[in-house]
């Protein structure tokens, strides 16, 4: 495997593979498997989980890492073609992300939507433009609108919780104090469409995820069987849910306009995931976030606090599959 | 040894196992045993000798860490319970420490003083909360009223330049441009009783130790047969002493009112260590210092370019007593 | 090899011996040589090669690292001796350093000319100050007038590319919004002087290097056979060039005057690095820079992005002769 750019890029049996060496991986530790092996980290946005866990994780399998933050002790990163770099940026990615690859085995990439130009963010202008300088095996961290290190752990989880293939997976838009970026719901929907599940996006008007996002997620249920919707009708959506998916993202409706989009979520603080969304979904239904959470904002204390929530095994699960793409990656290298 | 939070958790013959145990793997070094571990280090405060020596020490050991510094890289945390989270921590500790902790073997933990409540500062109510959420063995890497491996390391240091064990230690106040935390007065008074010395505490008036430490300190030296007390008068503390440690805090008489505080250290110019401080000492008396200290403000540049400073030592056995602990915390889990 | 501050205080063949060093482990990896040792890292200024190259050359010989960058994480840095610290810096070079050093086996530092008094950064009065600290192997890693790993991986990139051992090497000034050091232009010289090349300093008036970084790369040239001369003549000098060297550098005459320089370099747009600079040297002439490069201010896109740039492979060779001198320092130790 080269690249770890998006779950749809897989075959599905892949990914079945790829969940069976990250169980594989936890019964029976491979410490040495990636000894020598070096894992360069570049962030162009923050991260916790990530961070700590890519880095965790190499040196579970005996390899290392180093971090690159720019901005944090290294200058500025111009990502423009053709810039005129007299500004605050003193290096261009075009020379920055080769030399980097160049100093490791694998290199993975951060790089969030520009969260201007809804068309570009889709088409993953950025993100693409960075990975075609990378020689080396990548894994996206994150990009606009794919992290699939999260689909693949959310993914695990489900499996683990014995969440039922075929269930009601309902991703949830809940609010938050800007328009975040549509990585996570766009990955988190896919997943569940390709594992089989009933998947309804619900959110409020204004919010509908962008049709190549849903046609994507549409394309994955066709193979396994699932199905996708969307709803802005709570009550409809959550009856009989087995997972309620919270994640916040920007209004699509007036993508880039902080003004029109924040006018749009003060009209929505309900949105704010509490324990009587859970009085029709199934007894068991799982509370899922990838975190950062905003509390009592995003999610309430009483849901996070109580055992429907398994936010924390998703962030642990971030670990045990990131240990399978990168033994799957660099093993044999 | 599950967690290292404070000095006075442990029995004093554990402590000086400790101690024997860093003598120990300084001279017959063990660079395997704790080959495949993983530490932690969550910094919520700034570190210099804590972020270097707990990374050497665990390489040195044969195992390797992860740094995380919210605001850094990382985005900032929030720590109130209840909060509504609409401001500009993106993350509650709920959620990023338990997350941190599944990632690696240990956790190291830096979380000051908010220097507003001395009750709560005192009850460390902010570091209890966060230590409640981490089942994996815990290591305080400096709290509101406790720096265990500062302590251990300024006692490990006085044993090797043989410091006689009842002699005089006189914890000093001095100066600083504004109020520091009591983590370390409170550690170090704690230990040098604990050792069995004659602890004398001298500060001006208004910067009184809070009776919970100096309590604390006493019952640690009613088992070890030293004392401890108090006084404003330089003259006769110096008197005969084996070790001025000199160290800034903010005045307890007016504790979180940094207005008063100041204008009280607005007269306190003298309250910079000397030569002229060690004309009644014993003639082999040590300057001691945690660092980082500020020169000619705290200490003058005649003490600590002199033969009397050992606060550089005090540096190294950072690494050699926090070997100890992580060797012990980590070797047989 | 003790310290490695400058090329400038090694013998030819020491330098021709490292690189040797630096070729044998690209095609005899030694993964095990330095198990066990552990390199600080300083940064008082910031860094992207160096930061990651230093941590991955350290990590393929089986070493680790760790990285201390005042200002992030950790408190600010007084370099000033007799400081009365009641500033922003909490901690003096003169404790932080020695303690730094005593966690590792060799200590990188990173610290650029202040920019304000030519003859205090020509004598490296601030580096020399810091390195007269540390009893433990050091690696400069760039100081106010010499940047000796650069120098080390031009040199082994020129080898590589097979460019003539007496073919012409200009060292062109190129513009930048602001002035930066000398550190690389006075590496460049010398490390092309003691190659033997004939160099020719390429730079409008103002902008002449100071005669002790022309004197020092004039007595190299003189051991090699090669030559030093410098001109404003642009036509004359690249005539016939096998490099162009392009690098930014602060006025010397109005050194430290930020307005003077600014109205200098106004008047120089035209000394940005295009395909018509090439017509008249050598068909095969090479454009390097030591990165990072303002695109389009310092060199435009048409010529990075061409096949005569080697800048990539000059970044790439930073960790193969880094790797030669942690080697040859670390080894056998």
């Known amino acids: 495997m080269k690249r770890f750019l998006d779950l749809a890029d897989l075959e599905r049996e892949e990914v079945l593979a790829l969940l069976?060496?990250?169980?594989?991986?936890?019964?029976?530790?491979?410490?040495?498997?990636?000894?020598?092996k070096i894992l360069g980290l570049l962030f162009l946005n923050p991260s916790l989980r990530t961070l700590a866990s890519f880095q965790?994780?190499?040196?579970?399998?005996?390899?290392?890492s180093f971090v690159i933050t720019p901005g944090q002790g290294t200058?500025?990163?111009?990502?423009?073609?053709?810039?005129?770099?007299?500004?605050a940026a003193a290096e261009h990615v075009r020379e920055g992300i080769p030399v980097l690859a160049s100093y490791c085995d694998a290199l993975g990439l951060r790089a969030f939507a520009d969260g201007k130009d809804l068309a570009a963010d889709l088409a993953e202008t950025g993100f693409n433009a960075m990975a075609?300088?990378?020689?080396?095996?990548?894994?996206?961290?994150?990009?606009a609108t794919s992290h699939p290190c999260q689909a693949l752990a959310d993914w695990k989880t489900l499996d683990e919780l014995e969440v039922p293939r075929s269930g009601r997976f309902v991703l949830s838009w809940v609010n938050h104090p800007r328009a975040l970026p549509l990585a996570v719901p766009a990955s988190a929907v896919h997943m569940a469409a390709l594992r089989g599940m009933e998947v309804i996006v619900l959110r409020p008007e204004g919010f509908a995820l962008p049709?190549?996002?849903?046609?994507?997620?549409?394309?994955?249920?066709?193979?396994?069987?699932?199905?996708?919707?969307?709803?802005?009708?709570r009550n409809e959506a959550l009856a009989g849910a087995h997972v309620v998916y919270a994640k916040e993202w920007g209004a699509t409706s007036c993508y880039g306009d902080a003004a029109a989009?924040?006018?749009?979520?003060?009209?929505?603080?309900?949105?704010?995931?509490?324990?009587?969304?859970?009085?029709?979904?199934?007894?068991d239904c799982r509370l899922m976030h990838c975190l950062p959470v905003r509390r009592n904002v995003a999610v309430a204390d009483e849901v996070l606090d109580s055992p429907r929530s398994v936010v924390q095994r998703e962030a642990y699960n971030r670990l045990t599959v990131q240990m399978a793409v990168l033994h799957r990656m660099l093993k044999s290298i």
Chains 1, 2, 3 share one sequence.
């Open 20 to 36: 069976e060496l990250a169980r594989r991986l936890e019964t029976r530790p491979e410490p040495q498997a990636l000894a020598g």
């Open 56 to 64: 965790a994780g190499m040196a579970r399998l005996g390899g290392s």
């Open 75 to 87: 200058w500025q990163f111009e990502t423009r073609r053709g810039a005129v770099m007299s500004g």
């Open 132 to 143: 075609s300088l990378v020689d080396k095996p990548l894994i996206n961290l994150e990009s």
């Open 211 to 233: 049709p190549p996002i849903m046609d994507k997620a549409r394309r994955a249920a066709a193979q396994s069987g699932g199905s996708v919707r969307e709803t802005a009708d």
């Open 261 to 283: 989009d924040g006018r749009l979520r003060s009209e929505l603080k309900h949105w704010c995931v509490r324990n009587d969304w859970f009085a029709q979904t199934a007894a």
